[in-house]
């Protein structure tokens, strides 16, 4: 069975700093997609970075790179010079391919709360 | 730019009482997702549509119904409202099933039942 497990349920980071966010995911399929989403406190689900299980290389968006380990399963995300409106719940998700995915579905994480200080 | 949009944001409701949460995207995505996110465990899939007129069960499907009238609305009921079913709720949109595509999610429906 697929899953995703966060192991951190909070993370302090000094403003300025960089920080790491833990994911590791156990599927069998040899075609799947990796994302991470941001949740303020206002609620609203935020795409930020996606890796495909064949992409060679890390993804980056901006200040967000995704350090992609494939043989030991983990999407870890990584977010450089941490401000004051980084402080939200990170979710892992991933997404099977397109065979016997009931639609493509996302399979979450538990999530990880990321407080930054100032 | 509205993406996906969902009514209502907030509701309270009591016990065997009824109601329609709506969700409207304006991407033309075929797939359209109904979530819930319960406190420690992520989101988990309720229903889900690959296009319009169809749906199918998801992970929690249990107490929900769904419709897909139109591509771009997709409507999630309840029956008979439990306090099990106190949860946030989230529509997502794709444009395809594909391993590499994002869902985009709209704001969610706080919903409390008494």
């Known amino acids: 069975a697929q899953k995703i497990t966060q192991t951190q349920p909070g993370m302090f980071v000094q403003e300025k700093e960089a920080v790491t966010l833990d994911c590791t995911y156990d599927?069998?399929?040899?075609?799947?997609?990796l994302f991470w989403y941001k949740q303020p406190s206002s609620g609203e689900m935020i795409f930020l970075i996606y890796?495909?299980?064949?992409?060679?290389q890390n993804a980056t968006e901006g200040r967000y790179s995704l350090n992609f380990q494939k043989a030991r399963k983990s999407a870890n995300l990584v977010i450089s010079a941490s401000q004051l409106g980084d402080s939200a719940m990170y979710f892992c998700?991933?997404?099977?391919?397109?065979?016997?995915?009931?639609?493509?579905?996302?399979?979450f994480g538990q999530g990880t709360e990321l407080s930054v200080k100032p | 730019n509205a993406g996906v949009t969902q009514t209502p944001k907030f509701r309270v409701l009591k016990t065997g009482q009824s109601m329609t949460l709506l969700c409207a995207q304006d991407?033309?995505?075929?797939?359209m997702y109904w979530y819930r996110q319960d406190p420690g465990m992520g989101l988990r899939l309720i229903h889900y549509?690959?296009?319009?007129?169809?749906?199918a069960k998801g992970e929690v499907p249990d107490g929900y119904n769904v419709s897909r009238l139109k591509k771009q609305n997709f409507l999630l009921g309840l029956e008979s409202a439990a306090p099990s079913q106190t949860s946030v709720y989230f529509c997502?949109?794709?444009?395809?099933?594909?391993?590499?595509?994002?869902?985009?999610f709209g704001d969610g429906t706080r919903l409390s039942i008494l």
């Open positions: 599927t069998s399929d040899p075609s799947y997609g």
């Open positions: 549509s690959v296009g319009e007129g169809t749906t």
């Open positions: 998700a991933m997404r099977k391919g397109s065979r016997d995915n009931q639609g493509g579905k996302l399979i």
């Open positions: 890796q495909g299980s064949y992409d060679q």
């Open positions: 991407m033309n995505h075929e797939y």
């Open positions: 997502a949109s794709s444009y395809r099933d594909t391993s590499n595509q994002p869902q985009h």
